[in-house]
């Protein structure tokens, strides 16, 4: 059975996250995406707030909070700026991997400082011709003693341009595919390792998107994550927890294109009377409704099960391509509720279509998770 009242400590979770989002993002988000530039000084803020790393063990400095806490977050932020939510999520995604394969002292260190000072992480398997199929990977790693030698290159890597440590996956074998992929962590600043390009991105444009070189990049053995062999499971099981997070980023957009149409409907007149009294806009706007309400819970339910640790693929999938999708039709919805204005930046749906076309596409496009789901149906 699922219950998804909140509790007082989650609702004051929500309310302290939409505040922020009210507060803090809204009035500087457009000029974030003009520029595209890195929200580090509302990254500050959160992290003193307590809005990052909330799902790091308080043994290592963090809240210890659930999925369920955290999908919360994601979608307040969101609602504010999903380049920004993306930013701040970004470093669960890399701690996620450590936090189920990491030995204490590689949680103790990595964990440990994501919460001791705000610090950046990422999470690196995409490569230019490998996205959604990890098990074809071309990154390569040999093992030299004591050492792991790393060369290839990564691309679209979240804070890739300022992250403090990246978890990377690379193959001893390409022909392989998943059974040669091993996990590795490499500290800002080790030799071999270099930054590439920064995209120029259509949506999501202030979160830091760049390639990853490595050219002879060699680690202590100390440095590799799991048991060699064992980094497409990981990498899934990472997926697994985090899909639901891109979800609520889906959720977030969609409430936010649902109020701004609101608002804009009841303000907006054509033929003597506000839009909100034609039956076509009336029926837009429902239609916006009921694919938020269903994506909640869908999220809710796949936050649930991995907080009472039975994860299931099938939930992730399922929440993340509704949410991803219907994010996309609602935000492109409300464009069309604003009409002429929605194309224009001075109003504020424009931007949440460009940014919801990205949730479609990272951590498994919506193809691939239709995949997921169909392959263990028809198992």
């Known amino acids: 059975m699922y219950q998804f009242e909140l509790t007082e400590e989650q609702t004051a979770i929500r309310d302290t996250a939409r505040a922020f989002a009210r507060d803090v993002i809204i009035p500087v988000a457009g000029e974030l995406d003009e520029h595209g530039t890195f929200p580090r000084d509302i990254c500050a803020k959160a992290f003193d707030l307590g809005l990052m790393n909330v799902e790091v ?93 790393l060369n290839g290159s ?22 392989t595919r998943h059974k040669g992929i091993s996990a590795f962590i490499i500290p800002k600043g080790t030799p071999g390792l270099s930054i590439g390009k920064k995209e120029n991105k259509m949506g999501q444009r202030c979160s830091n998107t760049t390639a990853i070189h490595l050219e002879d990049c060699a680690i202590p053995a100390a440095n590799l994550l799991g048991a060699e062999g064992d980094g497409f499971k990981l990498a899934m099981a990472t997926f ?15 409430r936010r294109s649902i109020d701004e149409s609101v608002k804009y409907a009841k303000e907006r007149k054509t033929f003597g009377v506000p839009i909100a009294q034609h039956q076509a806009i009336q029926f837009i706007i429902a239609d916006m409704a009921i694919a938020y309400e269903a994506g909640h819970l869908l999220t809710y339910k796949a936050a649930t099960l991995l907080d009472r640790d039975q994860p299931s693929a099938m ?37 949440l279509m460009r940014d919801a076309k990205l949730l479609q596409i990272y951590e498994g496009t919506s193809q691939v998770q239709r995949m997921v789901i169909a392959k263990r149906l028809l198992a």
């Not at 990890?134 to 030299?144: I, N, T």
């Not at 697994?240 to 969609?254: C, H, K, N, S, Y």
Request: charged share 20%; aromatic share 10%; hydrophobic share 40%.
């Open 240 to 254: 697994d927890r985090t899909r639901p997070d891109i979800a609520a980023f889906g959720l977030g957009i969609m």
């Open 154 to 175: 990564k691309q679209w890597i979240t804070n890739g341009g300022h992250a403090d440590f990246i978890v990377i996956f690379a193959t001893r074998d390409a022909a």
């Open 315 to 351: 939930l992730s999938a399922y929440a993340k391509c509704f949410c991803a999708d219907n994010a996309m039709r609602v935000a492109t919805d409300a464009v069309q509720v604003f009409g002429g204005n929605g194309y224009v930046k001075e109003y504020p749906v424009e931007k």
């Open 57 to 149: 063990p308080e043994e290592y400095g963090g809240l210890g909070l659930g999925a369920f806490e955290h999908a919360i977050i994601c979608e307040e932020l969101s609602y504010g700026c999903v380049g920004v939510a993306t930013t701040i999520s970004a470093n669960n995604l890399a701690a996620t991997p450590i936090f189920l394969a990491g030995n204490h002292e590689q949680k103790k260190q990595y964990l440990g400082g994501l919460t001791g000072a705000l610090s950046f992480a990422s999470y690196a398997t995409s490569e230019p011709d490998a996205g959604s199929d990890v098990a074809g990977l071309r990154c390569r790693y040999e093992r030299k003693g004591d050492t792991f030698v």
